[in-house]
């Protein structure tokens, strides 16, 4: 999941809106010059980033194709830096120090436990949220302190928040009335992000009278149009039933490599996570844990918890004792590295090792070839393969684990299967710190 | 109608389904009682409330004869004389006319600033904000008759005395509070998320406010709108003491009282009944009309 670097464009881009006009460091193109010698009059500068779009879509109107071209227009970074939140009357920060790059044009997802701050994090970027220490740029400009408005983002909401009292058409098209976008512009690209959503034939509709899967597509429309330079979306597909989810994800993810625009994504589930993140952020308790493309937080997890939450079923993670060449699983001895060994002992270890496998980095094995037997409490036939859920005594206590199989090797409830973790598809972490070593 | 009877009945659970049928026949017999004895008592609320209306349209039709000799029967024919005597010769067409005036001017200003305050009070912190939103419900709690001495005295100060404008002034202090708790309580129940997705589309304040909140507030902004005019429409003591010795500017209910006050020997009973119509039916008629409109659940779409 590399993906390539977008091109770098040469000029940052005219930030919207009057109210930076004067702060802003503009190179004009001579493009722009001519539109605004055509559109005449000084006062009309206010106003450029709307003609230039509209020039824009001239250009590209008549070959039918309004994607905006990457790198024509740079979209934006973000950057989190130290940025924290402290609800009022609370001690624990909801947000702790958040410290993150979002590059211009990635697809980030914050994903979570509930209450985890990937919400607030989010919020804080819309400016919705007070910052209370450290700051939030877009493409660095500190947007830490302005209103919504003039961040140039848009938002898509979880229970999509759309205008009850107007039609699919005037929600839509309601952001570019606010910046005075000439009439005939705002039908040009109304009309276009209908037809990319499939809305054409429900324009003329109140949102009581749409599906929620049509809902969600004109809250998706409603940022689509504004063209922003970042899109942020909060768990905008937890509303849909699970068929409609999936479909509707993988539109997402398309429309966003279409556009190009830098989006930052929160959801509270991992599937959606690891299918649409160029980048995922695991956060915890406000703190973030890691950020890393799906393969390496799957493969690579940081520290115990994003081993955990990562993965369905979640992988098996035990804590047990150190000998001379491993980690201990009763009469299993999982082999570890001289420096993981020294790393384990060190910061409190206590000669104990976390050491995790995920359920489908282990085989099935006869008793002889020397597994940790486990008697099977469930299995769950999934199709194409099935799960095994079982427990085994590891030092004592009783464990659970997972392992998934494939069905023709199934077993059945009661029966004692033998496991065995492949060599070196285990991960190892210090018992104290639970980092990953 | 009938089912609401079956849900309140206290002590009895929704009965599942498969508990038999006995129950949910004793329950449905139950609900049956209840929608009998709540249709009968609608029924007689409506006869009470609904008779002297048609009473009074009757009589508006008879003459001052039949009016006292046969109560209770149809008028012998159809005198529309008796409305347009009261219309023309007892000038209740002029009052009418200023009623219109009044009322509509007072109950934009009331719905404005009233849905204004309580739009600002509903969902903005501030210091001050429960404060100043208990002076206005206490206003629900101060009897007019209380205020009506130095209420003459403020406003002849202010020179408003016998004008429209001091009416219209007072019609809307004296509307503000109920409006303000009514609008409060609405506006507290608009979705967030709404207001927040305005404001990320580029929405000020202001905008946010005319072009999202109050459009979504419709319902209950027709609802206090109807209660208004009614109330200011029926209005009869702010008027007799603030335009009393301005006849020209007189209100519809001024000009009723005018017509049995002066009545001397001969009353003009036909007349008066005939100004009664005159004022009851616009707001019989706006009633009927708005009706849909106030059950008309308008956030219905915006969220989920």
Redesign the interface.
């Known amino acids: 999941m590399v993906r390539e670097p977008l091109p770098v464009r040469p000029s940052p881009r005219p930030v919207s ?1 009057k109210r930076d006009a004067k702060h802003v460091r503009r190179v004009w193109e001579p493009y722009q010059i001519l539109i605004l010698t055509w559109q005449g009059g000084v006062r009309r500068l206010c106003w450029l980033p709307g003609r230039v779009t509209y020039a824009r879509n001239l250009l590209l109107g008549s070959s039918g194709t309004f994607l905006p071209v990457k790198g024509f227009f740079s979209m934006a970074t973000v950057s989190y830096r130290k940025a924290t939140r402290i609800y009022p009357g609370t001690q624990k920060p909801a947000v702790d120090a958040l410290d993150l790059e979002i590059q211009d044009g990635e697809f980030l997802v914050l994903v979570g436990p509930s209450g985890c701050g990937k919400s607030t994090s989010l919020r804080m970027l ?3 949220e007070d910052v209370d220490q450290g700051g939030i740029y877009i493409d660095d400009r500190d947007v830490t302190n302005l ?3 003039a961040r140039d ?3 898509v ?9 107007m039609t699919v058409y005037e929600n839509m098209a ?2 570019l009335k ?2 005075k976008t000439p009439k005939h512009e705002i039908d040009v690209r109304v009309k276009k992000a209908a037809q990319m959503l499939q809305l054409e034939d429900y324009l003329g509709r ?5 599906s ?1 899967g049509q ?1 969600q597509r004109v809250a998706m429309g ?1 940022a689509i149009v ?1 063209e922003p330079q970042v899109f942020l979306m909060d768990e905008p597909l937890s ?1 849909l039933d699970a068929k409609l989810r999936v479909q509707t994800r993988s539109q997402i993810a398309g429309l966003q490599k279409e556009l190009g625009i830098t989006t930052v994504y929160v959801t509270h589930d991992q599937i959606e996570a690891m299918t649409m993140g160029h980048r995922v952020a695991v956060m915890l308790d406000g703190v973030l844990q890691q950020v890393a493309s799906p393969r390496e937080l799957y493969d690579r997890p940081q520290n115990v918890f994003v081993a955990g939450f990562i993965g369905s079923p979640a992988m098996n993670i035990k804590k047990v004792q150190l000998n001379q060449d491993g980690a201990v699983f009763a009469s299993l001895v999982l082999p570890l590295t001289r420096e993981q060994l020294a790393a384990a002992r060190a910061e409190g270890g206590d000669n104990q090792v976390i050491v995790g496998f995920r359920p489908e980095d282990c085989d099935l094995v006869s008793a002889s070839e020397g597994g940790l037997p486990i008697e099977v409490e469930l299995v769950e036939d999934l199709g194409a393969e099935a799960n095994v859920y079982g427990h085994a005594a590891v030092n004592g206590s009783n464990e659970r684990f997972v392992v998934r199989t494939d069905r023709r090797h199934m077993p059945d409830m009661g029966e004692t299967v033998y496991i065995k973790p492949r060599v070196g598809q285990h991960h190892a972490f210090n018992a104290a710190t639970e980092q990953r070593i | 109608m009938t089912t609401t009877p079956q849900q309140k009945t206290p002590g009895k659970p929704a009965t599942p389904v498969r508990t038999a049928s006995g129950r949910q026949g004793a329950a449905r017999s139950d609900s049956r009682i209840f929608g009998g004895v709540s249709n009968t008592v609608l029924a007689i609320w409506a006869i009470i409330v609904i008779a002297p209306i048609i009473w009074v349209f009757l009589s508006s039709f008879k003459n001052t004869e039949e009016i006292f000799n046969s109560p209770w029967t149809l008028p012998g024919s159809l005198r529309f004389d008796n409305w347009a005597r009261a219309w023309s010769k007892a000038h209740v067409g002029r009052y009418f006319l200023n009623s219109v005036l009044v009322v509509s001017l007072s109950t934009f200003g009331t719905m404005l600033l009233g849905s204004m305050a309580a739009y600002v009070l509903a969902r903005y912190k501030f210091i001050g904000n429960r404060p100043i939103y208990y002076m206005f419900v206490s206003g629900l709690a101060f009897p007019v008759f209380l205020a009506l001495v130095p209420l003459f005295f403020v406003v002849k100060n202010l020179g408003l005395l016998n004008t429209y404008q001091g009416l219209i002034l007072v019609y809307i202090a004296y509307s503000l509070p109920f409006t303000v708790f009514f609008m409060h309580s609405f506006f507290k129940t608009l ?1 967030n ?2 207001a ?9 304040h202001a ?1 946010l406010f005319f ?2 909140m109050l ?2 507030a ?1 319902p209950g902004l027709v609802s206090i709108g109807i209660f208004n005019i009614l109330g200011q429409w029926a209005q009869y003591l702010l008027p007799v003491v603030l335009l009393s010795s301005a006849k020209d500017k007189w209100v519809l209910t001024q000009g009723i009282a005018d017509i049995s006050v002066n009545a001397g020997y001969e009353a003009d009973w036909s007349g008066l009944f005939a100004a009664l119509s005159i004022a009851i039916l616009p707001m019989i008629l706006m009633y009927a009309l708005l009706q849909r409109q106030i059950q008309a659940g ?7």
């Open positions: 809106g819309a400016g919705l209103p919504p408005k983002i848009a938002m909401f979880q229970n999509y928040a759309l205008y009850p009292h309601f952001a606010l910046r109140k949102p009581k009278a749409l929620g809902r409603r504004r509303n | 979705p998320a709404v927040e997705a305005a404001m990320i589309d580029g929405a000020g905008k072009r999202v459009p979504m419709k308008l956030t219905a779409g915006a969220v989920k």
